[in-house]
């Protein structure tokens, strides 16, 4: 899956569950078992294809000769031959089915392993040594064979391709969390709708850069000092309620996401539900490593929803002389000294 095949994925995920219950990247059990049971399925039929291949390759080693007989072929020299190469594909074939989890190529090896008999039965049914009517037997057998083959390998490999799919929705990094704004839904929308004021509560945000046509150019800190940058553009904007939003092509961090607002309870202000997700810069690794620096993403998400809190109730975050934090402690006055 490409970068913006994951990233169009998220936005439709995103934009459709938050309009439902505002809650995104919820997990679809019932989905995701029957996919785990297809994949199990697929990889069952390829390893007994695997002993299959075994159980036809060996014998053909150990005794070409009578092989070609039982199919009706008169053994000579050529045709113990082939036989013994028949036997060592097969085994090849068996073996590397066996060894791999996900094994596609070997499957299609064995598709193209059964092209080739048949191709050689063909020619034997062509010819005047052989016995016709045990060829034939053996040339529907064969075809049968390749049937279930070209089945397993197209069924496999559509359950690989969903893997890599699952597996890159599963690495990405998805965060949701929600705070209560005492201020009306249509001003906090508005505030949060210009991006310029997103680096007054969000600490790791740099700047936003307004380009028009819904897109802007963000720059923020990421760990070790370093800083990334990226494109984005609006996907979806409903007054008063949700932005969507999504990276372009070729941002160093592919992201999507959504921030609603929903009308609290008992008309206490605006529920702010942020719905992140995106694909770290060096995977897994990179996410372990900014956790190790405190840039926990869950964290650092909920520290810059409680600072827009207090931006819009108090119109600046306040900090404690007592906390720890990125941003300057506010200036002290002066101790007066004692005058004699």
């Not at 053909?60 to 060592?88: E, K, N, Y």
């Not at 984005?232 to 008063?240: I, L, M, S, T």
Request: proline residues 5%; glycine residues 8%; charged residues 20%.
């Amino acid at each position: 899956m490409s970068q913006m095949e994951w990233i169009k994925e998220e936005v439709n995920m995103t934009v459709s569950q938050a309009r439902q219950n505002g809650v995104a990247f919820h997990n679809n059990g019932a989905e995701r078992q029957a996919e785990s049971e297809k994949a199990d399925r697929a990889v069952r039929r390829a390893r007994a294809l695997g002993w299959l291949s075994l159980g036809l390759g060996v014998p053909q080693l150990a005794a070409p000769g009578g092989m070609t007989q039982a199919i009706g072929v008169r053994p000579d020299d050529q045709s113990r031959t082939l036989a013994f190469l028949v036997g060592v594909r097969e085994v090849t074939c068996g073996v590397g089915i066996l060894a791999r989890s996900w094994p596609v190529g070997w499957l299609w090896a064995r598709v193209a392993g059964d092209m080739m008999d048949l191709a050689l039965l063909g020619s034997a049914l062509t010819s005047n040594k052989a016995q016709r009517n045990r060829v034939a037997a053996a040339t529907a057998a064969v075809v049968g064979i390749t049937i279930l083959d070209v089945r397993a390998s197209v069924q496999l490999s559509r359950q690989a391709g969903t893997a890599s799919g699952r597996a890159k929705e599963e690495h990405a990094v998805k965060v949701k969390k929600t705070v209560t704004v005492n201020r009306p839904p249509a001003e906090v929308y508005q505030f949060w709708h210009d991006f310029q004021n997103l680096p007054r509560f969000m600490s790791h945000l740099q700047s936003v850069e307004i380009k028009g046509d819904g897109r802007s150019h963000w720059k923020t800190r990421a760990p070790a000092g370093t800083t990334v940058e990226w494109d984005a553009e609006v996907v979806q904007d409903q007054p008063n309620e949700l932005i969507a939003w999504c990276s372009v092509e070729g941002a160093d961090v592919a992201n999507a996401g959504t921030v609603s607002f929903i009308p609290a309870p008992g008309d206490r202000g605006t529920e702010v539900r942020v719905e992140l997700s995106y694909d770290p810069p060096a995977g897994a690794i990179g996410t372990a490593f900014a956790k190790l620096l405190g840039e926990e993403p869950n964290q650092q998400v909920m520290d810059d929803l409680r600072a827009f809190k207090q931006v819009m109730e108090t119109g600046e975050v306040v900090h404690s002389d007592a906390s720890v934090h990125r941003m300057p402690h506010p200036a002290q006055p002066p101790e007066q000294k004692a005058t004699a």
